[in-house]
Antibody
Framework: QITLKESGPTLVKPTQTLTLTCTFSGFSLSTSGVGVGWIRQPPGKALEWLALIYWDDDKRYSPSLKSRLTITKDTSKNQVVLTMTNMDPVDTATYYC??????????????WGQGTLVTVSS | SSELTQDPAVSVALGQTVRITCQGDSLRSYYASWYQQKPGQAPVLVIYGKNNRPSGIPDRFSGSSSGNTASLTITGAQAEDEADYYCNSRDSSGNPLFGGGTKLTVL
């Protein structure tokens, strides 16, 4: 059974750096075709993909946020960490991590964490 | 262009069929995946690839694609299908891309 859970601060101040951890179980991030992605959703708004890291350490970032994001993995701990610098109130959102599968049948996020609400406010 | 466009809102009478569409140039090259999101919950994958349903997703959900448009069809919509639906594909660089979402109301 695949599960993912996000953890990190619920409140950050403007200009601070946000660090979120995704702890997962039920799969290995060493398996070909597997990745873990981060997606966020501001209150009442749409999903926005942020970053993705694959089993081979290939890293992908949203072009609009690339300068502020870093994604890393610790395969031994079954964790993926996302950092986002220079936080702003517009970054207030629920942040999700999700299991990514790239296969001949398609490319998709098939398991999601419950999400964690991060509020940016002074 | 690297965008996926969805109608903001769609409604369907209980038991009827509804199609939710997603348009974008990347859909000519990549399959879409579809996600259902109910208030206060994480998204759930309902369709991926050509027309595949994860385990536990009712067979009233189906997917199709033609040209630059992907569609999610619900045949015999139920009250519990009322939710937001998001399409996802890839941009020209191969990165994930979400549509703006469609709010489905079941009347």
């Amino acid at each position: 059974q695949i599960t993912l859970k996000e953890s990190g601060p619920t409140l950050v101040k403007p200009t601070q750096t946000l660090t979120l951890t995704c702890t997962f179980s039920g799969f290995s991030l060493s398996t070909s075709g597997v990745g873990v992605g981060w997606i966020r959703q501001p209150p009442g708004k749409a999903l926005e993909w942020l970053a993705l890291i694959y089993w081979d350490d290939d890293k992908r970032y949203s072009p609009s946020l690339k300068s502020r994001l870093t994604i890393t993995k610790d395969t031994s701990k079954n964790q993926v960490v996302l950092t986002m610098t220079n936080m702003d109130p517009v970054d207030t959102a629920t942040y999700y991590c999700a299991h990514r599968r790239d296969a001949a049948a398609g490319h998709y996020f098939d398991y999601w964490g419950q999400g964690t609400l991060v509020t940016v406010s002074s | 262009s690297s965008e996926l466009t969805q109608d903001p809102a769609v409604s369907v009478a209980l038991g009827q069929t509804v199609r939710i569409t997603c348009q974008g140039d990347s859909l000519r090259s990549y399959y879409a995946s579809w996600y259902q999101q109910k208030p206060g919950q994480a998204p759930v994958l309902v369709i991926y690839g050509k027309n595949n349903r994860p385990s536990g997703i009712p067979d009233r959900f189906s997917g199709s694609s033609s040209g630059n448009t992907a569609s999610l069809t619900i045949t015999g919509a139920q009250a519990e299908d009322e939710a937001d639906y998001y399409c996802n594909s890839r941009d020209s660089s191969g990165n994930p891309l979400f549509g703006g979402g469609t709010k489905l109301t079941v009347l």
